[in-house]
């Protein structure tokens, strides 16, 4: 079982930066950890994953702008968010995968970027 928790969203303008953290808790040994999103009438879609090996995978909409990072000791993944559109308001979520192939999810955090 994986609990998560994160933190660091909220109101920005355009143009600006925010960055989010997730912090797992529990016993299992988590293999990916990643952040999605999910804007008003549309699917939760990926933003940014990274194994424990430092593998990073990136939407489109976000290379250049974005960067993923984690620390195993600490279990926990953080997302650099710069250069911020309006296009990337929504409820960002925390996404971990163990070993074992179980995905867990946090609550989400809401990132609303003003133009």
């Known amino acids: 079982q994986v609990q998560l928790v994160e933190s660091g969203g909220g109101l920005v303008q355009a143009g600006g930066s925010l960055r989010l953290s997730c912090a797992a808790s529990?016993?299992?040994?988590?293999?990916?950890m990643g952040w999605y999103h999910q804007a008003p009438g549309k699917q939760r879609e990926l933003v940014a994953t990274?194994?424990?090996?430092?593998?990073?995978n990136y939407a489109d909409s976000v290379k250049g702008r974005f960067t993923i990072s984690r620390d195993n000791n600490k279990n926990t993944v953080s997302l650099q968010m710069n250069d911020l559109k309006a296009e990337d308001t929504a409820t960002y979520y925390c996404?971990?995968?163990?070993?074992?192939?179980?995905?867990?999810w946090g609550q989400g955090t809401q990132v609303t970027v003003s133009s």
């Open positions: 996404y971990t995968k163990t070993f074992q192939n179980f995905a867990y």
């Open positions: 529990g016993s299992a040994f988590i293999n990916v």
């Open positions: 990274i194994s424990r090996i430092g593998t990073t």
